[in-house]
Structures are given as C-alpha cells and as structure tokens.
DNA sequence: TATCTTCCATACCGACAAGTATGGTCTGAA
DNA sequence: TTCAGACCATACTTGTCGGTATGGAAGATA
C-alpha cells in the first residue's frame, strides 16, 4: 500500500509531501512568516539543495501546503457528512472540530495572511464549512436565510471557541471546559433552531 | 492641552507615540513578522536614527505598541461600562466591536504570535472583555457558571464574526449584513437569558 | 558492470534587515 | 549669543534568507 519510496542508505528520501507537512507545522505554530527554508531543512535533516528539486521557491511550496491543508479539511468534513441524524451531527462537528489541534492554529494562521491566493483558499474552506452547517440546519426546518444566518452564528462560535483555546488562555484549558463549553454552545446553537424560527 | 510636541523646520518631531502608531497598522495589516524598522521609518520619512533614538531595539517597539493597543482597548470597555441598560450595553459592545476594524485585525494578528509576552498581553485583554460580558449577563439574572459559559459563547460569536468580516470574504461585506448578523446574534445570545436559565 | 536517474550537498551571490557608532542640525532656555 | 540636549542622517558591520549553479553519491535498470 504504500508507494514504496526511495530510499537512500536505508532511510527514505524526503518527498514533497514531508516539505509540505512541515510547512504546516511551521504555520500552525509560528504563522507564515515563519516558514523559511534553511529552518525546514533542519527539521527535515537535509540542506536546501533537497528542497529545490522539489519546488521551485517558496511560493510553491507554500502554495501546495495550502492546497494540502485544503484537501484534509475536505476529506474530514467530507466524513462528518455523512452522518444521518442533524443534530448529532452539528455536536460532532463543533466536538470534532475543537479537538484538531493543528488544523486549528493552521486555520488562524492563515487568516491573518494578507496574500490573495492564501485568502481565496481560506473562503474556499470558510464557504464548504458554512455550507455543511447551513445545510443541517435547514434539515432541522430552518428557513433558507435564517438557516444561513444561524450558520453563520455557529461557525463564528467554533472560530472564536478556537482562539480562546490558543495562547493557552485559563479559559478552555482542560478538556472537561472544552466539553462544557461544546455543551452550552449546542444548547445555545442547536436547541433553539427547533423551535419554530419565525422572527 | 495638546502638549507642544518639539518641532524641527515647522513639521513636528515624531514621538515614540507615533511609532507605536505605525507599528500598530503594519501589525493590523500584515502581521507582527511585518514590522521592520526600515519599513516603518519610510512610512514616518524619517531613518533609522530616529527609532534608536525613541527604542532600544524591535522588542522594545513591539512591547510598547501592544502595551498601548492595551490602553485603547481598556478605555473604549470602560466607556461601555457606562451603559446602564444590560441589554443596551450587550447590543452596544457587539455593535461596537463589529465597527472598530483595525482593532480587529489587531486582536487577530497578535492571537498567532508565539511570543509569550504577547500572548499574556492577549489574555489581559481577553479577560478584561469576558469579565465585562460575564458581569452584564449576571446582573441579567445568570447564575454565576451560565453567567460565565454564556460570555464564553458571546465572545467567541464575536471573535468568530471578526474573522469572517477580514479577508474581504462575501459573508459579512455589507453594513446590512453586518447589522443582520449582530441582530440574529443578539437575538441567539441575549433573548435566551431573559428564561429561567436553571438547566 | 556501465549508465541513467533521483536526490541531495556545497559553494556562492545579491538583497535586506537589525543594530552600532558617530556626527550633524535644529530648538529652547539661560 | 551661547550652549546643552533633543532629534535625526549617514555609514558601516553582521547575520540570514532566497535563489542559482554545479557536482557527486546512492539506487534503479539493462
């Protein structure tokens, strides 16, 4: 199964997959200013001349972790989909998604990037999200607009729940406040949508 | 009143004030790992004499900034903390929040640096904002923990609703989308704890 | 074994930012 | 008018990063 890398002296040779999954961590952890290529290839354990057969400059490589970090967002909302009752649905993607820890900071990284490609990428996330919750919410008889509106609401709830989690802040330190607060925001976000949502 | 700033050929010297300033809008605009000192003495038209004269070096700069963007947050809490109406003053601080831009892409910046000292200046300012909230919803009839919970949630609506408003993204471009997020936000965070909130 | 390809090391260049040293110029006060 | 201090310009050093050029060692292939 797997693609039997290349190997050298035994040990696999770095792909650019490694490149890629480390920029990520980079990100995550420092923002994207962070990510500079002599530091990479410390952690990787290789020099610079590694990292251009693999790319070639910086904005490639950051332009494929992005899409890289496109495409595992998708595969895990993708699996989030498929879970038929709404309502644990919605309490599996708000539970799910205070538990990914890199995807997370990954996220707020980006953000506050102000290159374009990065902000177009970040809304293609941002809008399948939106759309997954709206959706739901719609399932559970909410209006078009108020379904979006409430979708909208909730999705600001996780982002925030998420900044709150980082800068290790007193606040959703333990995972018992993490899941109290998963609770209340359910309560807040999912009980009212049953009520007739009419003005 | 304004206290006679030293001039030099008519124009006013700068102040470290200035460069504060300075730092403060590169910061908002494109991150901490933005502030160079060339950089900001192009933008003031003066050199880098001129910074080493006001700061020992890029930390000093950086401390002094976030200590001001600490001061303006404080004052305009402490204006919010006039109202005397409960729900008033909630609508006020999500009104108000939503519309001070710059102080949004602040918060968002600094909440990606991994500098500790940042990162306590961030939970300063976080907490100082959650103790407003917290205090508002109690004197709604809260009990202390929902008080809490509750201010949790409303502040991760807001830092979520200030993420979905940068990167130009479609969600919240208008004023009047702005205004219908703050009413179904207010209507989601503030009518629920008119009930009895007692489980 | 000979050779081709993959992957990487090394050396080098230009650009630019942080920081230091130093001297100059303008202003306000004596 | 003189002078001390506030404010800044200039020049320089050091370090680091992005990027290029080039050669070489290890696997794959025949």
Redesign the pocket.
Known sequence: MTKTA?????VP??TAEDWEEAALDVIASGGIAA?????LARTLD?????F???FT???DLVRRAVARWDRLDKETLDQIRTIEDPVVRLRTLFAEAMAAQRAQSLYLALAVSPSPDIGAALRKVSSRRLKLLADTYRELGMTELAAQQQALLAYSAYIGGVHLRSNDAPWLRETRDVRAYVEHASMALIEPSRRKTKR
């Not at 290789?46 to 590694?50: A, E, F, P």
């Open positions: 290349h190997t050298r002296l035994g040779t770095r990510v500079s290529i002599p530091e290789v020099t610079k001349g590694s251009y057969w693999h400059g910086l904005d």
